[in-house]
């Protein structure tokens, strides 16, 4: 899975404009699915299979987009201030480099901090494109960038920006990939502007209208030096989602989840994710109510240029959604 | 006849926490069973239970809420046998050093939250409240054991036995927002010996205290015409402004603001001075704080209504309440829902 | 190509009568939650110009002009009728009553001002204690809400807890400077009825004056929901902050200038408007020669918010007159601005097609 990965990490996509990474995944999968279409908020939706009595109309739902800055101002001397498109940290910012949608590459300064080692306000911050006037700035305002920071292997464990959510983007085509038979019809949601409130699993839930959700995204680590007390580690497994601060998984889905990682012999640990939520809370209150979980990557420094996960939980995230999919969803 | 009281002790003693709510639906669908003709349970967990209306197809539906999920904890990790712990729901954390609790796990464990001695606090939190994540829930068993009877994700609830108290007071845990569900259920009771031309869909709702997720959607599910939603509200006490909370036993109190629709609120006012049901005015300039915010704008928008139960010490172990307002708030539900007619929608109309 | 009777060339203005009926909405009291001052004016007003209207369960008047012609492109146009204000919570006797805040109002904004209660506008005055009472220790602090009062001078009959109150400013225009309190949005309100009495044919106007903008989109979320439209445009007022900085340099977060032109919107903190609409703008502005500004992204929101979410989503986008000091007693805009946006979105109406939506967003 690792060059897809690397493909789709190093594909520019902050919320809203996602347009390039939905290229790269239209290209993956379109031979695979029977259906396919963009939606009025830029989710790419892919449908597969008929429902057989004893199955479900399953949403699958991993986002493309990453967060990102847009210009809101480039001043005389070619300076160009900005504002964040999802939960970009501050800290992890001065220093960074960025690339706008158009190529153009740039670094993050900062304003001399007048006490202390606070964290920056997004306002004292600036990127710098090497422009020495507003005439020969590369970027306007409006213009939209991203993290700069390639892909780099670390023997188990690969670090990139973005794996947030492409690494669910990936997990979700590779399961495309090897799925042999499945007695559900399966929906595909590549969802825009997760980033900025699950703005597109929101519309494309209500479209769908499906029986069960499940969203695969990233989820934090609690095995850092004095980090947050979290039982999630890198390496134990894909984390079956329990809650998060936006939604509570449906006990029945958890152990449904449970009982077939142990079945099949996979390895899984099981999540409760103080701050942060996915696209899974969207699904799950959407119409009439959908139960809805979660498989999380586990993923350590989440937002921050170079995201860390094990290659080893990435594959076996892959072999527990096909063990999931193969039978029928059995939740009593 | 549901005596109040009972019903009240028995449903504040079973679990039912945001999300995990099946017991505590399981013991309502029993309780409501021989007050309605039609009993289901919504995809995320809410109880629906329908009263048909005898009117003349197609008939109006009527919407009454009252969550049945309540605020707790989770154990989030295991350290040498005691439990680390994170919130289900808006918690105080200064009320819960001493607290008991009953830890659900492979079966239910009788726990008690606990403050750490200072020295093994970080130095940041030594003094002054304990954060949620640095109190702990010890059993008293040995680690061996915790760690075969608990783990993380498992539930936890306050255990705090109900205590009658003078005056029809009652004093316990969960009285957010179980007194609103027997009110619901008085309601129920009284339209037995009633003719209501609407039908009445009595719900029990699952996730008010974290995502009003089960109002929300059990509202796009039913569509009904118009939406009561019954909640606790502030009582007062010496300690909160009196300008924002109600005297608990001098009646429920009717939701005046953007969340509720005018006419309703003027609707059941006067039904109140009819019936000389004593009643305070809830002003609530933003929003609710209840299922109103969700069922409000469910699809094309709903009329609603607010109907509050005054609750002294909300949100801790030791709530405290009148089962006189639980009574008087049911009833008023009853004579409203009896009320309803084929000219009711028209006088909601916005006169402008 | 014969044109119908109806398309005699109707080019959007701004003369005596809109400016009459922007003061009368500006001095018109509607707090969110009880929009029915603005809603009576709205009511009268585009009755005679649309084929259907009504008001539904939240208060939002809802209004259609049907497209003549085979099916067209359903586009909703969006305005909010309610403003930021307050609400009184608790009789503290003799005529003083405590009150909170609705919507995002500053506290900063309060002392010492005059305010309309209720329906009738019965005046009330938020007052504060003199100078010579005041410690250099209090001076120092934002004087807290639960510290400041209305004080009706004693009318206590005529108002009670639970009756709105808005401040109390009266309109007025110096050349093309327009000042008053609730420009945002009876500007938008105001374009938005002009847009009906001009609607063009091509397209069917679904047009929503919503309710409760300011408490959380709510009226959009249910309005958008039923009219179910192919794509929308919210007319709102968004803060002009093109003043100095105190030393000079050069102020990098203006969000908008007064005499730049209606506002197009890229991204605020609840939409990331949709690029097909942004530009479809921005091309009929510069073809028609009307000038425009791009809002600063981030911050603030329109009911677009709400309504690009509803059922299968809608391609949104807002635009917004400039307006400086908004959500506090008295706003400044430009008519200028004012008459450029009409034109703007009335141009943008006239040409949309349905083939706008074709490509992928």
């Given at each position: ?10 594909t ?5 404009y996602?347009g ?13 699915v029977d259906?396919l ?6 989710n790419?939706?892919?449908?597969t ?6 199955g ?6 991993a ?7 847009m210009?809101t101002?480039?001043d005389?001397?070619g300076?160009?201030?900005?504002t964040?498109?999802?939960a970009?940290k ?16 740039g ?8 006490e202390?080692?606070?964290?920056p ?10 422009a020495?006037?507003?005439e020969t ?16 292997d670390?023997?188990r464990?690969?670090?990139a920006k973005?794996?947030?959510?492409r ?9 495309l990939r ?34 069960i ?6 989820t ?33 889905l958890?152990a ?12 899984y ?13 969207a ?12 498989l999380s990557?586990p993923?350590?420094?989440i937002?921050a ?6 290659s080893?939980d990435v594959?076996?995230?892959v ?10 969803a059995?939740?009593? | ?11 504040i003693s ?7 709510e ?9 309780t409501?069973?021989?007050l309605?003709?039609?009993l289901?349970?919504?995809r ?27 605020i707790?904890?989770?154990?989030t990790?295991?350290?040498d ?15 819960l ?6 830890i ?14 200072a ?5 940041s939190?030594?003094n002054?409240?304990?954060r ?12 061996g054991?915790?760690s ?30 179980r ?21 009445v869909?009595?719900?029990?709702t699952t996730?008010?205290?974290?995502t009003?997720g ?22 007062s006490?010496p ?10 036993g001098k ?27 004593p009643y ?16 409000q ?14 609750l002294?010490?909300m949100?801790?172990?030791v ?5 006189k307002d ?8 009853a004579?409203?829902a ?12 916005w006169?402008? | ?50 084929d ?10 809802l ?6 012609g ?12 309610d403003?930021v204000?307050f609400?009184?919570?608790?009789d ?5 009553y405590?009150?909170d ?12 001002k ?28 934002t004087?807290?809400?639960e510290n ?8 206590t ?7 709105r ?12 400077c ?18 009906l ?10 047009a929503a004056?919503t309710?409760?903008?300011e408490?959380?989109l709510r ?8 009219l ?17 900085a ?6 990098a977060?203006y ?9 197009i ?5 609840r939409?990331i408007?949709d690029?097909r609409?942004v ?7 510069e073809s ?14 329109t009911?677009a918010g ?6 299968a989503g ?7 007159v ?5 959500h ?17 979105v009335?141009?943008a109406?006239?040409r ?9 967003r």
């Open positions: 899975m690792k060059p897809l990965i690397q493909k789709l990490v190093e520019d996509g902050p919320p809203g996602e390039f990474v939905r290229e790269v995944i239209r290209s993956e999968i379109q031979p695979l259906e279409h963009v939606d009025a908020l830029g790419l939706i892919a449908v299979g008929q429902v057989a009595p004893n479900k109309r399953i949403m699958l739902a986002h493309m987009d990453e967060i990102g800055l210009v101002h480039v005389e001397q300076f160009a201030r900005f964040n498109l999802g970009v501050a800290q992890h910012l001065p220093g960074s480099r960025v690339r706008f949608l158009n190529s153009a590459l670094v993050i300064g900062r304003e001399r901090a007048e202390g080692n606070n964290f306000d997004l306002n004292r911050l600036y990127i710098d494109l090497g020495t006037s507003r700035c590369p970027v306007h305002i409006g213009d939209v960038a991203v993290f700069e920071r390639p892909f780099a670390l023997g464990r690969w670090i973005a794996m947030d959510d690494v669910g983007v990936a997990v979700l085509i590779e399961t090897q799925i042999r038979s499945t007695p559900h019809q399966l929906l595909f949601v590549f969802s825009a502007q997760e980033e900025v409130g699950v703005r597109g699993a929101t519309t494309a839930a209500f479209s769908l209208d499906p029986d959700g499940l969203a695969v995204d990233v934090d680590t609690g095995d850092t030096p004095k980090g947050i007390k979290m039982e999630v580690s890198l390496g134990k497994g894909p984390a079956i989602k329990v809650r998060d601060s936006g939604m509570l998984t449906d006990p029945r958890v449904w989840m449970q009982r077939v990682a142990e079945n099949a012999g996979l390895p640990q099981l999540e409760i994710l103080e701050r942060g939520s996915t696209d899974a809370r699904i799950q209150l959407s119409r009439a109510g959908v139960p809805t979980g979660c990557i993923c350590r420094y937002h240029p170079s995201e860390m996960v094990d080893a594959e076996n995230a072999r527990l959604l096909l063990e999931l999919l193969s039978r029928p059995n939740l009593s | 006849m549901v005596e109040i009281l009972p019903l009240l002790k028995k449903l079973i679990s039912g926490l945001s999300g995990h099946t017991p505590i639906r399981e013991l309502i669908e029993a409501w069973q021989p309605v003709d039609e289901s349970v919504s995320l967990g809410s109880l629906h239970a329908l009263k048909r209306g005898c009117g003349e197809q197609p008939r109006r539906s009527l919407l009454v809420a009252a969550h049945m999920d309540a707790g904890l989770m154990v990790g295991i350290v046998g005691f439990l680390r712990i994170t919130q289900l729901g808006g918690l105080d954390p200064r009320v050093p001493g607290q008991p609790v009953t659900h796990g492979r079966e239910d464990l009788p726990g008690l939250i606990v403050q750490p001695p020295h093994l606090l970080p130095p939190n030594q002054g409240p304990v949620l994540e640095n109190l702990l829930v010890d059993t008293g068993l040995p680690p054991e915790v075969q009877r608990v783990r993380a994700g498992d539930l936890i609830s306050f255990a705090q036995p109900p205590v009658e108290m003078p005056n029809e007071l009652l004093v316990g845990n969960y009285l957010d927002n007194a609103s569900v027997v009110a619901l259920t008085h309601a129920l009771d009284e339209l037995q010996s009633r003719q209501v031309a609407w039908d869909w009595a719900v029990a996730q008010e205290e974290v009003l089960g109002a929300m959607t059990s509202a796009f599910q039913l569509r009904p015409d118009l939406a009561i939603v019954i909640d606790v509200t502030w009582g006490s300690d909160s402004p009196s300008y924002r909370t109600f005297p608990i009646g429920p109190t009717l939701g005046y603001g953007p969340n509720i629709h005018p006419g309703l609120h003027q609707a059941f006012k006067e039904l109140a001075e009819r019936l000389e049901i305070k005015i809830e002003v609530m300039p933003r929003h609710s704080g209840t299922d109103a915010i969700g069922i704008v469910t699809a094309e928008g709903i009329p609603t209504m607010v109907l509050g139960i005054p002294r010490y949100h801790t172990p709530e405290m309440v009148s089962l639980i009574r008087r708030a049911g009833r008023l539900v004579e409203f009896a009320s309803l007619s084929g000219q009711t929608m028209e006088l909601l109309t006169k402008d | 190509m014969t044109a119908s009777k109806d398309q005699t060339i109707k080019t959007p203005t701004i003369g005596a009568a809109q400016l009459k009926l922007l003061k009368r909405l500006c001095q018109a009291c509607a707090v969110s939650g009880d929009e029915s001052e603005v809603r009576k004016i709205v009511l009268e007003q585009v009755r005679p110009h649309v259907e209207v009504y008001t539904d369960a939240l208060g939002n008047v209004a259609v002009k049907h497209a003549q085979e099916a067209r492109l359903r586009v909703m146009l969006a305005a909010h009728m403003e204000g609400m009184l919570i608790h503290d006797q003799d005529g003083f405590r009150f805040i609705v919507g995002g109002i500053d506290p900063r904004q309060l002392p010492g005059l305010v309309w209660i209720g329906r009738e506008h019965i005046p009330g005055v938020i007052g504060v204690k003199p100078i010579h009472l005041t410690s250099d220790d209090e001076l120092s602090r004087i807290p809400l400041l009062r209305i004080d009706t001078g004693g009318e009959t005529k108002v009670k807890a639970g009756d109150a808005t401040f109390a400013t009266p309109f007025l225009r110096l050349g093309d327009l000042r008053a309190k609730a420009l945002d949005n009876r500007l938008g309100v105001a374009t938005l009825i002009e847009l009495r001009l609607a063009p044919g091509n397209i069917e106007l679904l004056f309710v409760q903008e408490v959380g009226g959009a979320q249910v309005a958008a929901y039923r179910n439209p192919d794509l929308a445009f919210v007319l709102d007022c968004t803060p002009a902050y093109d003043l100095p105190w030393d000079g340099s050069e102020n977060q969000n908008t200038r007064l005499g730049g032109g209606p506002a919107y890229l991204a605020d903190s939409t408007s690029p609409l530009r479809f703008l921005v091309e009929t502005a028609a020669g009307i000038p425009y500004q791009i809002r600063q992204p981030g911050g603030g929101g009911d709400a309504i690009h979410r509803q059922r809608v391609p949104s986008v807002s635009v917004s400039p307006a400086r000091y908004a506090t007693a008295a706003s400044i805009a430009r008519l200028a601005d004012w008459r450029q946006t009409l034109a703007l009335h141009a109406l006239q949309l097609e349905p083939h706008i939506l074709s490509q992928d």
